[in-house]
């Protein structure tokens, strides 16, 4: 299973909009430098396919993820304790990330519940890094790496 990296962003602060960044660097045992996640040890990173946002009508970032990719829809569904490659990061899934009414309210969505549903099952995956060899550039290649 392969994919690309479509779109990176950062939260510095709590209550910050996400910010677009062309790179960032993985924090081994946390998640990205630069977000105000980076040193959580679980929920750190969010990755979601942009299929999600294609069907929602929405863009990149929107559903606070870290990393948008395309050519994995199936993100959300990957079981926890699998590693996933993405550019000189490798991130270790901690589970799906549950959908929650808070999303729709902060998007404006007048039907905050209809919006959770139509979330369920794929908000993504909560990862943490578990290694960092360089940056995730927007463009590179994901790989969900098979354990021997």
């Not at 926890?80 to 309210?105: A, M, S």
């Not at 998007?107 to 919006?115: K, M, Y």
């Amino acid at each position: 299973m392969n994919g690309r990296v479509v779109a990176l962003h950062v939260r510095p602060q709590k209550g910050d909009d996400p910010h677009p960044v062309a790179s960032v660097t993985g924090r081994v045992g946390g998640g990205l430098e630069g977000d105000r996640h980076g040193h959580r040890e679980t929920r750190a990173v969010l990755v979601i396919d942009r299929a999600t946002h294609d069907e929602l009508g929405l863009a990149p970032g929107d559903l606070r993820e870290q990393i948008t990719i395309e050519g994995l829809p199936e993100v959300t569904r990957l079981a926890p304790e699998t590693d996933v490659r993405i550019g000189g990061v490798t991130l270790r899934v901690n589970g799906e990330c549950d959908p929650c009414t808070h999303i729709g309210g902060l998007l404006g969505q007048a039907d905050v519940e209809a919006f959770r549903v139509s979330l369920e099952g794929r908000r993504g995956a909560l990862c943490t890094v578990v290694a960092a060899d360089g940056p995730i550039r927007v463009g590179d290649p994901v790989e969900v790496l098979v354990k021997a």
